[in-house]
């Protein structure tokens, strides 16, 4: 069966400090993978997606990058962390682009003082 | 660009009663559309997936609806329990996932 993991479950991180947050999957071969966003309040938004290794689209404009660097391994980076990057980060996989479901990883809960 | 809405924000009903949730969007050029349920500090879990050509997918005491040419789609629970406390999100997709705000389901024992 499929699982997805991500760590840290917790960061409390300080501004302009730099962010390293993993996904991995197991159980399937050549996902696509996805970044989400939930900010208090709001719905998820969608950050970054990757079809393939290195192959990375940017839904939105900020201070975040992602990296796929193997087949089951999704990175979120930045290097110099805002207080509006505070959230809860979750990490997604689906096959055959958004035709299947998505499943989706426990998240990260970041904290940015 | 696609717009997701879910009414009422949140909803709080006694055990046992039957209720709906309600999922709306603008562009009706989607794929599928699906209902995931997130608890607490977790993650979304997959409730239900109807295709764009399909009108509903049932799932136990679950049962959604999709109305394409309304941009339309319903959640309905039945019998309600307390175990099925959690925010309810509905996502559509047609060239990327867009998500609803999600309603907030408490029951009452």
């Known amino acids: 069966s499929q699982t997805i993991h991500q760590w840290p479950a917790t960061l409390v991180q300080p501004v302009g400090s730099p962010l390293s947050l993993e996904c991995t999957v197991e159980g399937t071969s050549n996902p696509n993978l996805y970044w989400y966003r939930q900010a208090a309040g709001r719905g998820l938004q969608l950050l970054f997606y990757s079809v393939g290794i290195g192959q990375i689209s940017s839904e939105v404009p900020q201070n975040l990058s992602a990296s796929r660097p193997q087949d089951r391994q999704f990175i979120l980076s930045s290097k110099k962390l805002l207080l509006s990057d505070s959230g809860f980060y979750l990490c997604a996989w689906s096959l055959i682009g958004g035709i299947d479901t998505q499943y989706f990883g426990p998240g990260t809960r970041l904290t940015v003082l | 660009k696609q717009e997701v809405t879910q009414i009422p924000a949140a909803l709080s009903v006694p055990e046992g009663e039957n209720l709906v949730l309600n999922c709306s969007f603008t562009?009706?050029?989607?794929?599928?559309l699906q209902w995931f349920r997130q608890d607490p500090g977790k993650g979304l879990t997959s409730l239900l997936l109807?295709?764009?050509?399909?009108r509903e997918q049932t799932s136990g005491r679950l049962n959604a609806s999709l109305d394409k040419s309304s941009g339309r789609s319903t959640l309905y629970i039945a019998a309600s329990q307390p175990g099925d406390s959690a925010t309810y999100l509905c996502a559509v997709y047609g060239n990327q996932f867009y998500f609803g705000t999600g309603t907030s389901l408490t029951v009452i024992p």
């Open positions: 109807i295709q764009s050509s399909q």
């Open positions: 562009d009706s050029a989607i794929y599928n």
